[in-house]
């Protein structure tokens, strides 16, 4: 486990910067994140993230790509052109959730 | 000690190499043949890589109007499924090893496929039809789901192939 400062906090990261421990985040926390992966959030932006997010801490697991489409409230043509370089991986980051590991 | 390849870099090195493309043919009619392809698409796209899909013979079933959503798993002469030779040949016995499938698949959460093909396109990846394959079936562009973006021949594959991987299904 490895420690990263962003935005002046200390946080618990895995190699790839996912946030390790969710309770170690907060909205400033993501719009820091947002701006090192180059996205501006919006808030439809903010609508996937908080989505995603939720359902991570009330399932333990982040949604599929097709469930995400489905309930996040925004179609999956919107996801890609919010999150160009992968909807459910850069949300999750975002989010200061762990990388979602599903398939689909 | 660091193992060096054939082509002379580190295996370290090619493993820090990104793939930013794929273009992935889909030759089989089968479920089994179809739905790699199409997982391997939608997942290039979930991680923010480029994909083509390029469907051919019996694989452009995945893109047909009146066939894409009755896509079959072949229970004959299929050792995978582990029954006797007899059974598979049973009337019946390929829509329900279908049904079966088909229903572990959702439990999963991966969409049948007239579904995903509108999702892969909706993700950006482009899908095409091959022009021999078009031609030796007699079919046109209207046979065709609204997701096909266009009937292209090999040459025009792998002139947008270029800078990519190609993947063989």
């Known amino acids: ?104 | 000690m660091t193992t060096t390849m054939p082509d002379g870099t580190t295996e370290a090195q090619q493993a820090d190499e990104t793939i930013t493309k794929v273009s992935i043919v889909v030759s089989k009619g089968s479920l089994d043949g179809i739905y790699p392809g199409l997982i391997m698409a939608n997942g290039a796209r979930m991680e923010g890589i480029d994909a083509n899909l390029f469907f051919t013979f019996f694989g452009m079933d995945a893109i047909h109007q009146k066939r894409h959503d009755h896509i079959k798993v072949a229970t004959v002469g299929n050792p995978g499924l582990h029954m006797m030779t007899w059974l598979g040949g049973v009337p019946g016995m390929s829509a329900m090893v279908t049904h079966f499938m088909e229903k572990s698949m959702e439990e999963l959460d991966i969409p049948p496929i007239p579904e995903f093909i509108e999702m892969i396109s909706d993700s950006g990846a482009g899908i095409y039809a091959c022009k021999a394959s078009v031609d030796m079936f007699k079919l046109s562009k209207d046979d065709f789901v609204k997701e096909v973006d266009e009937i292209i021949t090999v040459g025009d594959f792998y002139q947008m192939a270029g800078g990519g991987q190609i993947i063989f299904t």
Not at chain 1, 40 to 68: C, F, N
Not at chain 1, 84 to 89: C, D
Request: net charge neutral.
């Open chain 1, 1 to 104: 486990m490895t420690t990263a400062t962003i935005g002046g906090k200390t946080v618990e990261v895995d190699g790839e910067g996912f946030l390790q421990k969710p309770e170690q985040w907060d909205e400033e926390l993501g719009v820091e994140i947002a701006k090192e992966l180059g996205i501006e959030l919006t808030d439809r932006h903010w609508q996937v993230v908080k989505y995603m997010r939720q359902q991570v801490l009330d399932t333990g697991s982040a949604p599929s790509i097709r469930s995400l489409g489905k309930q996040s409230g925004v179609p999956i043509k919107e996801l890609y052109q919010l999150f160009p370089k992968g909807p459910a991986k850069m949300a999750a980051k975002i989010a200061g959730i762990p990388k979602p590991h599903g398939c689909i």
